[in-house]
């Protein structure tokens, strides 16, 4: 990917993860702050093809040792060894060495306007955000169990002069927790999403929340 593109893909990651409560992973919580996924279990199993239909980059991933600590506190995640990591002061994007594949985390005080309009709110964030891309198509929503909205998107990333346009593949999940919004948002190129599907799947599992850390960084 040329800089400008890899530029403009970080940006619209970071927009997305960017105060809005868009792009949302729902977990229930069990002790300590360790989160677990609810029912469906396995929100990538729609991202798993034959193997013979899998494509090639990112086909090798190992998750780092150790799980990524944000500063403020409120959440840690395992996160794929080498990936680079941006982070600010509610949010980290990790990136793959090669661009193929993208996952962020973010945190915002839901305030007083999410309530019963929560997936309002995150579908038209959403589409505020990846909307006017190329070959854009939102996937059916699902709305239960309360409070949380999560949908599947497409889009094409832009051409460049030393690479074609390539189809984009994401997956969004809304949740509003004990007043505070957390996010994970997962992005990759559609011929590669065979290849990612068990390592964003564990890195979904993993993620550890504290919602009063996240409130007093979020003050």
């Not at 193997?51 to 990524?68: H, M, N, Q, R, V």
């Not at 919004?181 to 068990?198: D, E, H, K, P």
């Amino acid at each position: 990917m040329s800089q400008p593109n890899r530029a403009k893909q970080a940006a619209l990651l970071f927009a997305a993860l960017a105060g809005t409560g868009l792009l949302i992973f729902l977990f229930t919580q069990t002790q300590a702050g360790k989160l677990v996924p609810p029912e469906p279990p396995d929100p990538f199993a729609g991202w798993r093809v034959s193997a013979s239909a899998a494509g090639t980059g990112a086909s090798t991933i190992t998750l780092a040792a150790e799980p990524y600590h944000h500063p403020s506190g409120a959440f840690s995640t395992l996160y794929p060894e080498g990936w680079q990591i941006d982070e600010s002061e509610d949010s980290a994007l990790f990136t793959a060495p090669d661009d193929s594949a993208f996952f962020g985390v973010n945190f915002v005080a839901a305030g007083s306007t999410v309530g019963n309009s929560l997936s309002a709110r995150a579908e038209s964030d959403l589409r505020a955000v990846w909307g006017d891309l190329p070959g854009f198509a939102l996937q059916p929503a699902s709305t239960s169990p309360a409070d949380y909205w999560s949908a599947g998107f497409v889009y094409d990333q832009l051409p460049t002069p030393d690479q074609p346009a390539l189809a984009m593949k994401g997956l969004v999940i809304t949740q509003l927790r004990e007043g505070v919004v957390f996010t994970q948002t997962y992005l990759a190129r559609a011929s590669l999403v065979n290849n990612v599907a068990g390592v964003f799947q564990a890195i979904y599992e993993s993620l550890v929340i504290d919602s009063h850390a996240a409130i007093s960084d979020s003050e």
